[in-house]
């Protein structure tokens, strides 16, 4: 895990998230500094940590192919798996810490009377798409168990462990975020720690692995109907998504929202 230590650019970096979110007018603190560059490269590497999955299982079907007979391809695929879901809980640590090690090095904190619930962090339109498009991919997972041909069979059960996994780290991280401490030590870094968390919450809610894992792992391979179903998942996923942000109130609107009733 690379270093968490600040940088020169990391302030010039947190000024423009200030501008870019209506705080134009307050200075970038190293304490904003820091938990908005851990975000950023924990958000980059968990861009390579997918990329580098599709590639992998690119070669893997390139290099074996998929037959019944051939363990190996799919022991591989379900080892890439487990490390990208590893690594991910591993990046969602590293946050919390550099967090906990801002807060603690803070030599007066502030806080507001309570801390924001799910349904202002989330908010019911992405909480019900979170929900429904993990289910809808599981239920797609369930459905390929019984397709006769034995590989898929396999895969899906490589599939459908995956994606529990994630529905679980997801329960996980909101729980974490409805009670991880504030850390703040004036007005603005106490709007900037609401704003961070609503849009962490709403980066729960895009489904990268789940629209991942079903095409990797079983497209091409399962029946036409299958195949047109993890599409359709995919494209309805993204048009509902874009929808549902283009309505919901920003996290700038959401913070002062929050701030507005202390």
């Keep these: 895990m690379s270093s968490d230590a600040l940088q020169p650019k990391d302030l010039a970096l947190a000024g ?34 997918l990329a580098a999955l599709f590639i992998g299982a690119a070669l893997i079907r390139v290099t074996f ?20 879901l590893l690594a991910q809980v591993l990046l969602d640590q590293w946050v919390r810490r550099v967090d906990r090690r801002a807060g603690a090095a803070l030599p007066r904190r502030t806080a507001h009377l309570a801390q924001p619930g799910w349904r202002t962090l989330l ?40 994606l529990l996994g994630v529905a679980a780290g997801i329960a996980l991280q909101l729980r974490d975020l409805l009670v991880r401490p504030i850390v703040a030590e004036d007005e ?8 961070m968390r609503v849009e962490d919450a709403r980066e729960l809610t895009v489904p990268s692995v789940p629209w991942t894992l079903p095409v990797l792992l ?5 029946p036409v109907w299958w195949d047109a179903a993890a599409i359709a998942l ?22 002062r929202q929050v701030l507005s009733v202390r």
């Design 123 to 162: 908010g019911t339109p992405h909480a019900a798409f979170m929900i429904a498009t993990s289910g809808g991919a599981i239920v797609l997972a369930a459905s390929a168990l019984t397709v006769q041909d034995a590989t898929v069979r396999h895969s899906a059960l490589v599939l459908l462990a995956g």
């Design 218 to 222: 079983l497209f091409g391979f399962a």
């Design 65 to 84: 192919g998929f037959r019944p007979q051939h363990a190996l391809p799919l022991l591989l695929l379900a080892a890439m798996v487990a490390a990208l």
């Design 234 to 255: 995919v494209i309805a996923g993204v048009l509902v998504l874009a929808l549902i942000s283009k309505r919901t109130p920003s996290s700038v609107a959401v913070a």
């Design 188 to 195: 603005t870094s106490l709007t900037a720690d609401v704003i």
């Design 16 to 49: 423009a998230w200030l501008s870019g979110h209506g705080l134009a007018e307050a200075r970038p603190t190293p304490l904003l500094a820091v938990r908005l560059a851990v975000r950023r490269r924990a958000r980059l590497a968990n861009q390579v940590l």
